[in-house]
C-alpha cells in the first residue's frame, strides 16, 4: 500500500509568488489533514479535510493560503502572495475514518522564501 | 488549547544504552490520547507508540516504552537497547477525546545514537 505523497519535496520562491503543494493520501482515507512546522518550532494544525469538505480550518494562518481537495482525492495547498515567514515544512497526512487516531504522514514539503 | 512541552531539543544515547525523552502537556480534558511520532531523516513521520489516557497501563511496542503520568501530565518515551536507527526527530503529540481531529506536537527532540 502506498503512503502518503507529498510533492514537491522541496520548493525555494521568491517573496510574493505563489506555491502550489499537493499531497496524495492513503487510497481510502476520507480524512485528510495539513500541518506546518517553521523552523524550531511545533508542527501545528492548518486544516482538516473530510472527503472534499473543510471540517476544521481554524489553523490557516490567514488568507493567502488556500486548500482545496476536489473530488476528495489529492489535495493543494496554495500559498499567494508568500511571505518571508511561511518558509517552514508542510506536512499531509491522512486517516481513515474508522481511526483518526492512526494519522499516517506524508515526507513533508520544505518551502522557502526568499 | 492544549500545549505540548518538550523541553530536550537535543539528546544523545550511546548504542545499546536506554534513553529517555521527556514530554509534558496542559489540558483541561480527562479523556485523549498521547502519541510518540519518529522522523528520521530526509524520511516521514511513522507513529512509535501510543496512549489512551483512560488506560493506567503503560503502553509497550518492543523497545519503546513510555511512562505516564496523568496527574503530572507527563508522557515520557523510553527506548531501550539503543540502535543505529533509532537516530531521529521525536515529536510527542496529543489528540482531543472529544474535540476535533487535530494533533497538538511539541517542538521535537532530535536524538543521536552514538556508535
Same mark, same amino acid.
Given at each position: 500500500?502506498?503512503?502518503?505523497?507529498?510533492?514537491?519535496?522541496?520548493?525555494?520562491?521568491?517573496?510574493?509568488?505563489?506555491?502550489?503543494?499537493?499531497?496524495?493520501?492513503?487510497?481510502?482515507?476520507?480524512?485528510?489533514?495539513?500541518?506546518?512546522?517553521?523552523?524550531?518550532?511545533?508542527?501545528?494544525?492548518?486544516?482538516?479535510?473530510?472527503?472534499?469538505?473543510?471540517? &476544521?480550518?481554524?489553523?490557516?494562518?490567514? /488568507?493567502?493560503?488556500?486548500?482545496?481537495?476536489?473530488?476528495?482525492?489529492?489535495?493543494?495547498?496554495?500559498?499567494?502572495?508568500?511571505?518571508?515567514?511561511?518558509?517552514?515544512?508542510?506536512?499531509?497526512?491522512?486517516?481513515?475514518?474508522?481511526?483518526? /487516531?492512526?494519522?499516517?504522514?506524508?515526507?513533508?514539503?520544505?518551502?522557502?522564501?526568499? | 488549547?492544549?500545549?505540548?512541552?518538550?523541553?530536550?531539543?537535543?539528546?544523545?544515547?550511546?548504542?545499546?544504552?536506554?534513553?529517555?525523552?521527556?514530554?509534558?502537556? &496542559?489540558?483541561?480534558?480527562? &479523556?485523549?490520547?498521547?502519541?510518540?511520532?519518529?522522523?528520521?531523516?530526509?524520511?516521514?513521520?511513522?507513529?512509535?507508540?501510543?496512549?489512551?489516557?483512560?488506560?493506567?497501563?503503560?503502553?509497550?511496542? /518492543?523497545?519503546?516504552?513510555? /511512562?505516564?503520568?496523568?496527574?503530572?501530565?507527563?508522557?515520557?518515551?523510553?527506548?531501550?537497547?539503543?540502535?543505529?536507527?533509532?537516530?531521529?526527530?521525536?515529536?510527542?503529540?496529543?489528540?482531543?477525546?472529544?474535540?476535533?481531529?487535530?494533533?497538538?506536537?511539541?517542538?521535537?527532540?532530535?536524538?543521536?545514537?552514538?556508535?
Amino acid at each position: 500500500e502506498a503512503g502518503v505523497t507529498q510533492f514537491p519535496s522541496h520548493s525555494v520562491i521568491e517573496k510574493g509568488q505563489t506555491v502550489t503543494l499537493r499531497c496524495d493520501p492513503i487510497s481510502g482515507h476520507d480524512n485528510l489533514y495539513w500541518y506546518r512546522r517553521v523552523m524550531g518550532k511545533e508542527i501545528k494544525f492548518l486544516l482538516h479535510f473530510v472527503k472534499e469538505s473543510k471540517q &476544521d480550518e481554524s489553523g490557516m494562518p490567514n /488568507n493567502r493560503f488556500l486548500a482545496e481537495r476536489t473530488g476528495g482525492t489529492y489535495s493543494t495547498l496554495k500559498v499567494q502572495p508568500a511571505e518571508l515567514e511561511d518558509s517552514g515544512v508542510y506536512f499531509c497526512a491522512s486517516s481513515h475514518v474508522r481511526d483518526r /487516531n492512526e494519522q499516517y504522514f506524508g515526507p513533508g514539503t520544505r518551502l522557502t522564501v526568499t | 488549547a492544549q500545549t505540548v512541552t518538550q523541553s530536550q531539543p537535543e539528546m544523545s544515547v550511546q548504542e545499546a544504552e536506554t534513553v529517555t525523552l521527556s514530554c509534558t502537556y &496542559d489540558t483541561s480534558e480527562s &479523556d485523549y490520547y498521547l502519541f510518540w511520532y519518529k522522523q528520521p531523516p530526509s524520511r516521514q513521520m511513522i507513529l512509535v507508540i501510543r496512549q489512551e489516557a483512560y488506560k493506567q497501563q503503560n503502553a509497550t511496542e /518492543n523497545r519503546f516504552s513510555v /511512562n505516564f503520568q496523568k496527574a503530572a501530565k507527563s508522557f515520557s518515551l523510553k527506548i531501550s537497547d539503543s540502535q543505529l536507527g533509532d537516530a531521529a526527530m521525536y515529536f510527542c503529540a496529543y489528540r482531543s477525546a472529544s474535540t476535533g481531529n487535530q494533533f497538538y506536537f511539541g517542538t521535537g527532540t532530535s536524538l543521536t545514537v552514538i556508535p
